[in-house]
């Protein structure tokens, strides 16, 4: 595989490609369809349009999709017809993230086969975050029913996944994650977009490795300065930038995946993962993970270095977060209210902003009372390095120098539990 060749193939193909993915026509307005895939009638919302291609898109549908749906609608306008699916909502599942890694990959497979059906259309999957994980699921059931069927109409483009989260579960702070066997086991074109500033952009490595172990084709482009694409909170310009061209961009892509075979073949899933049962924290938690915390040496939010290489001789509490984060905002008071209680004993309270610019850090500092020092790791590398992976993740190093209870998401940090915790560590 040779992702940067291929990229430059998919960003030059210019305009032979416009003439073969289809005519821009004026779209007709989204509907509501009903389609019946095995026991159950999941809800569509349909953006028709006469071109050749349809998009089989896959939402998480745990937050706003109003981007989503532009860009749906946007494409509906150059002649690709679009089908968005909450599978959550259409199961009576509750919408979490839970349930997209338990989802089976049988409803996918079937929406597949019924767009075709009901189309005639070339089919390519769309997912994001962990909607990725029953799209991954679905295309290789589709494969194992087309085996079965006797079929060899590889009418599956392959699939356009941003930024996916292919975890079985979160691990505990300090544990690398285990991710779902389908990583491993899925042969189709990928198109890959990472957001540059989202939380997994430093697990990227890991998950080429182990779609390209499959015999899957990858592409992959890294949106710098982008925390999501169709992620609301980000108002940066980049996310714009890149919003509007991936509404040019696309039909070429899809064209790049059309003429990438996919096997209509599965890959064997690995037979057994190590096993890792784990999830966010509403607690302190003993830290399992490597306990020598690294050197800090970072700006702060005014410009000013600050480093830390010494953490001997008082309780140090690191915590890693983003404005854009809803439960690191929503700790903010309670970490406030705990350095005041802890104030005038051997405490200190550190706080890391991931890949965010300062002008927006200081807008955000103008709305919220943070009573603490912010720090940039303006590129994320030191959070990686910390094996940060969710946010707010939050470690606490002991006087002894080590790290002794890590938190992986918000917590109420002035608890009596919390606040005797530490003032223990401080009477041994």
Known sequence: MMPNRLLKHIFCMCALLLLTTGLSVQALEPDSIEVPVLDQELTVTRFP?????????????????????????????????????????????????????GLSGKYVAGLIEQARAQTGKRITLVARSYAAIPVLRGARQWQI????????????????????????????????????????????PIMLYQAGNRGNRWQLSHVLTSLQEGGAAVYLKVLAGVTGVFYEGD???????????????????????????????????????????????????????????????????????????????????????????????????????????????????ISIDYAEDKQSIKKFLQQVNVDFPVLLDSDGKLAASWGVLVFPSTFVIGPDGTILYGVNGGILWDSPEVINTFNSLLDK
């Open 235 to 349: 108002t940066s310009e980049a996310a714009a930038k890149i919003f509007t061209q991936l509404v040019d961009e696309l039909p070429d892509v899809i064209s790049l995946l059309q003429q990438t075979p996919t096997p209509l073949t599965v890959v064997a899933l690995p037979e057994s993962l190590p096993v890792q049962q784990h999830g966010l924290d509403s607690s302190l938690k003993p830290y399992i993970g490597k306990r020598l915390p690294q050197r800090l040496d970072l700006p702060d939010v005014n410009g000013r270095r600050f480093v830390r290489d010494d953490y001997r001789g008082k309780v140090t509490v690191v915590n890693f977060w983003a404005t854009w984060c809803p439960p690191c905002v929503e700790e903010i008071p309670s970490l406030n209210r705990l350095r005041q209680a802890m104030r005038g004993k051997p405490f200190e309270l």
């Open 49 to 101: 349009a006469s071109g050749e291609q349809l998009l089989l898109w896959i939402t998480p549908g745990f937050d706003s999709e109003t981007r989503a749906l532009e860009m749906a609608g946007q494409l509906a306008q150059r002649g690709i017809e679009v089908w968005r699916v909450d599978l959550a909502s259409s199961l009576f599942l509750p919408r979490s993230t839970s349930t997209l890694r």
């Open 145 to 188: 029913n087309q085996a079965i069927k006797g079929q060899r109409d590889a009418y599956l483009n392959g699939a356009i996944l941003f930024s996916p989260e292919l975890y079985a579960t979160v691990p505990a702070l300090g544990l690398e994650p285990v991710y779902v066997p389908e990583i491993a086991a899925s042969n189709i």
